[in-house]
């Protein structure tokens, strides 16, 4: 009886509204508040492939898929991310797996003070002291849960402090309690009479410490290890300048020993960056020192697990499938690592600029080890210098270069507009990679020197249609993980309206010298769009090898099969 109550008066008020149109029209749905949200779903059919190294999968099929909900009413936020793994995709961790409420949050936020409790995600400055954050591609996520406050006291003064621990996949992270303080200021802001000034300067500091109990019964750990970290930017005009120093007392953790004995050093950070722009030239020079500073809020913790911090990469992160297949990862123990830049765009109607222009981008960056000696408690070196090897297992000789290469990339691109209906780029790159170093000692020549040519060209057939070809040619005689050889490359992608398009592509490691393994990795992918929705069906073959993204690498399996991903937003 309560029901057909309930129904009737619903039914009375749905009847009274559209009856009194106007009254409908006026009713202010807002005030009770707003829902937002996404949702992704990636699926995958697996078929054996021996060829590729494709192993059979169990379950045939993979699924991720997750959604966030976000509610927001005034001054005050609140949400939820469901996530599901049944059974996660290949190449993710296996302790992803099964369903759950993985993030929640509550946020109360006014022009001062920003008070969020639950699941934050955070960053100090570059983040060299903190940086939690996700990358679904990765399935890299360590996010905090616990409690974070920003407050502003003065206009121009941003301060934060927060506590928590991290996320392990399904898990609260480790047992590794985070901590940390986060302050800057910008001086043209609150200084009045600075408002106006040609020169902007910030400074900023912070602090994170992370707790944890020394259960080692044949070492002396420390329980709480302090990142320090100050910083400035300056803004003159075309120039900017930025940089930050960071100071991590001795952590000793399992990922990082040398002669299998934990490494008892501080760690430090030195990040520089400057730039100059002004219309068509533009310069950017960087440069990172790092020397152990990796620091985990779990100091067992390995691989991608629990990094409190990060290490901003300066190589250039490439996109085009050949050049991906040597990425470069961060290597927080010990690098230095540089890049600079140059842009040109040559004027229009000039002699090299044609009709539309010709821009040009020169990048060069690479990495090499330390300037240290490494030593075991066998070596004079050890009572030379009055260090304990045992425990610290190196002695820095300078701030300089190591002799060590990690890594060296030369890339040249050239974009030109030839009409209103045809444009093109063409990228020369060249690559020097120490795979023993970078890839952990993964199968492959000791160092890999290898040129690549990609030729990239559009065509707008009309107004909502297009063709696109991409062209590449990788030349090397060397190993690069399980391929060996030139590989040649190709799409064609065509667009035949603004909801629709569909995509065929070759990989072939043509000049591998086992002609049984000179293998096509091929692949066909169509897709729809409408609004805020993207529905994307491919077939085809992925190649093994390490994936990136901005510097954090995971490795991928060989696979074959069906796909299948939809995103949405509301």
Known sequence: MNTIKYLSRAFCIAAFLLLNKTNAQQLDLSKFGEVHGNVQMDAQYYQEDSLIGALAVPEKMGFNGFANVIYTKGNFTAGIRYESYL???????????????TYRFAQY????LDVTIGNFYEQFGCGITLRTYEERNLGYDNMLDGFRVKYEPIKGLYLKALIGKQRLYFTPGGVGLVRGFDGELDINQAIKKLNEAKVHVIVGGSFVSKFQKDEDPNLVLPENVGNSAGRIRVNFGNFNFGGEYAYKINDPLDSYQINDKPVYKPGEAIILNA???????AVNLGLNRIENMNFRSDRGAKLNDLFINFIPPLCKQQTYALLTI???????????EFTSQVDYKFK?????GGKYGVDISINFSGANALDTTHFNTTDSLADNFNVDSTLQGYRVNSYGMGHEKFFRDLYVEISKKFSK??????????????????????????FVYAHTVILDATMRLKSESSLRVELQHLYTDQVIGKQR????????EYTISSQWFVAIQDQWNYGNDDTKKQLHYYGVNMGYIKNATRITLG?????????????????VPASNGLSLSITTSF
């Open 109 to 112: 936020k006014n022009d001062a």
């Open 326 to 336: 040597r990425p470069y990862a961060s290597q927080p123990n010990g690098e230095i």
């Open 539 to 555: 077939y085809g073959r992925q190649r093994d090898g390490v994936f990136c993204v901005g510097g954090i690498c995971r490795q």
């Open 87 to 101: 059974a996660k995709l290949q190449g993710f961790d296996s302790r992803y797996n099964g369903n759950g409420l």
């Open 421 to 446: 209906k045809f444009k093109a780029t063409l990228i020369y790159d060249y690559q020097e990679y120490n795979y023993n170093v970078i890839n952990n000692g993964i199968s492959g020549d000791d």
């Open 275 to 281: 730039s100059y722009a002004q219309k068509g030239f």
């Open 348 to 352: 229009k109607e000039s002699l090299l």
């Open 485 to 492: 050889g030139n590989w040649a490359s190709g799409i064609i």
